[in-house]
């Protein structure tokens, strides 16, 4: 296991380099202030934001429908928040730089990532096991994402990566389930990096580079969004396709929808 205080990790070589205070503070401030009043709670100045956003989440969670507090996810994922976040100047060179490329793209919509005991909706754990992201994205050869912790990834909350293995291109995956889920045997050749996150800084990665994240009791929050490279050849022959595309209901309006306007 490789740790900070004995390894920086170089992007090219590693798949994967964490860059400190990269997110000014008060963009990542503003969406758990956003997190907060869209959980119908008001925004108590004097205390912590992350304890309260885990309060307010845990607090819709208990008072709504499974599907109602998934909508909510999904809200909270679409904030222009997290938009912000995710274009923020430093944020954008940095990917230019480590994709060597000026043409960029954010082609795939940004992820909210929670862990936690207590946010689990079923028996099933909200851990992500080794895993690539670009079996699920099929974007450029390049992609790149960024992972950016809103709280609790000190510790155990963050990210662990296996460091270089994205250099041997797609590897084995078994069953699909919430990901393209990798054997700890195909990847156990490979050193794990994992070092704990404060709020501010970043990890990028290497799509292709295998990571997880591990089953713990206390509330974590990260989200993620993915860089593209749009000089990428190969990609331009596949005309820009992705995996992930928004695929929109074209059903009939029904009687109620034609009436939204009219009442
Ligand atoms: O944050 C997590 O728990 C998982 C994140 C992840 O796997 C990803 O960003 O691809």
């Not at 994709?99 to 793209?105: C, R, V």
């Not at 291109?169 to 889920?181: K, L, M, R």
Request: glycine share 6%.
């Amino acid at each position: 296991m490789l740790n900070k205080t004995n390894y920086s990790p170089d992007y090219a070589r590693d798949g994967v380099q964490y860059f400190e205070n990269i997110i000014p503070d008060h963009l990542i401030s503003e969406l758990l202030c956003e997190v907060i009043a869209l959980c119908g709670r008001k925004v108590d100045n004097s205390k912590n934001l992350f304890l309260q956003a885990e309060e307010a989440l845990f607090g819709y969670l208990n008072n709504n429908s499974k599907s109602g507090y998934l909508a909510l996810l999904r809200a909270i994922k679409a904030s222009v928040r997290v938009k912000q976040i995710s274009i923020t100047p430093s944020v954008i060179s940095k990917a230019q730089k480590l994709l060597n490329s000026n043409h960029i793209s954010q082609r795939s919509d940004p992820v909210l990532h929670i862990t936690g005991k207590k946010f689990q909706l079923s028996d099933r754990s909200l851990a992500a096991p080794w895993h690539q992201d670009w079996p699920a994205l099929r974007t450029s050869k390049h992609t790149l994402v960024v992972w950016v912790p809103l709280g609790g990834a000190k510790g155990k909350g963050a990210l662990s990566f296996k460091v270089g293995s994205h250099q041997n291109g797609v590897i084995n995956s078994g069953d699909v389930d919430t990901v393209y889920s990798i054997d700890n045997e195909e990847v156990s050749d490979f050193d794990t990096l994992f070092q704990g996150m404060p709020e501010g800084d970043a990890a990028f990665f290497n799509s292709l580079t295998v990571h997880s994240s591990q089953d713990i009791d206390e509330f974590r929050m990260a989200i993620s969004f993915r860089f593209e490279d749009l000089t990428c050849p190969e990609w331009r022959k596949r005309q820009f396709t992705t995996s992930q595309s928004i695929v929109i209901d074209k059903r009939a309006l029904t009687d109620e929808e034609k009436d939204l306007f009219h009442k």
